[in-house]
């Protein structure tokens, strides 16, 4: 995987819009604030809605989609508040559109793109409540077009691989590029993470047929143009249960229970495969 300094693309949300402003990688114009009643200002300036994200690392809870500067203005308070936004906040355009999550296992310039994916961040149906670490994804991701998947290469994965590598760092590892896909169609990078990516990594190694210990191998040691890695031709969907409170603080200890009934489901309508999986609980 990458060494710290490249992945303060991902821990460093400051670090990353300066990235890509300096490389022409398309993203939405925003402003860097160190200073709360700064932030305070320039929100009170804007009337459209605008994304306030801290700039550090979150466990995808650091990004607030305000609709209103009163809205906006609450979050950059409350982030201001959290160790996270230490390094200071980011004031961003709102880009309407659809998410969609792109990843690739990268060697210099040399990748392997994994087969598109789509999380759920919103806590509750229909894109309401607060933003999560992810509460399901599916893949394939149902807007992605073949022409589109080349637009994200070409405009987003492609001159961040060569930019590291003109720097002499030269990235290894999983790229995980979260891309926002505006009314016209046209890709912006929303944020990198230096690694597969959750809840997509459920669906996609879900699909994967390969063993993915080739593909790392192969990604370690130069040698993914050897690789050719087999998947499902069938789509995959992973849905979160969550603990109440969450994404705040929520009691621990609590039961889980019904899966019996979940798994009966699950073969009724899903016969040809199915998986439940629990993490951050006990058997007892």
């Known amino acids: 995987g990458p060494p710290h300094a490249l992945a303060l693309l991902e821990g460093s949300k400051i670090h990353c819009k300066r990235f890509c402003e300096a490389h022409a990688i398309p993203t939405a114009p925003a402003r860097i604030h160190t200073d709360l009643q700064q932030a305070l200002k320039d929100i009170a300036n ?4 605008m994304v306030i994200k801290a700039s550090g690392l979150c466990a995808g809870k650091g990004v607030v989609v305000a609709g209103t500067p009163g809205e906006a203005e609450t979050a950059a308070r409350s982030l201001f508040s959290l160790p996270a936004a230490r390094e200071g906040i980011l004031v961003e355009a709102c880009i309407q559109g659809w998410e969609t999550s792109y990843i690739v296992l990268a060697h210099g310039t040399n990748y392997l793109a994994w087969p598109s994916a789509q999380d759920h961040k919103r806590l509750l ?35 961040t691989l060569e930019a590291l590598v003109r720097s002499q760092t030269p990235y290894r590892g999983f790229l995980y590029a979260g891309i926002m896909v505006d009314t016209h169609g046209a890709p912006h990078l929303l944020e990198f993470n230096c690694r597969l990516g959750d809840p997509e990594a459920q669906v996609l190694l879900f ?19 050897a ?10 969907l992973a849905v979160v249960l969550a603990a109440p409170g969450y994404p705040g603080s929520s009691p621990s200890g609590a039961a889980i229970s019904g899966l019996d009934e979940s798994e009966e489901s699950y073969v009724k309508y899903f016969p040809r495969s199915h998986a439940t999986g629990t993490c951050g609980s006990a058997r007892r």
Do not use: F, H, V
């Open 227 to 236: 690789c050719t890695p087999r998947w499902q031709r069938d789509p995959a």
């Open 125 to 159: 149906s229909g894109n309401r409540g607060p933003n999560t670490g992810g509460m399901g994804a599916l893949s394939p991701s149902p807007g992605m077009t073949p022409a589109l998947e080349t637009r994200i290469r070409q405009s987003i994965i492609e001159p």
């Open 46 to 49: 804007r009337k459209e809605p």
């Open 207 to 225: 699909r994967l047929e390969s063993d993915p210990y080739e593909m790392l191998d192969a990604a370690a040691r130069g040698a993914l143009d």
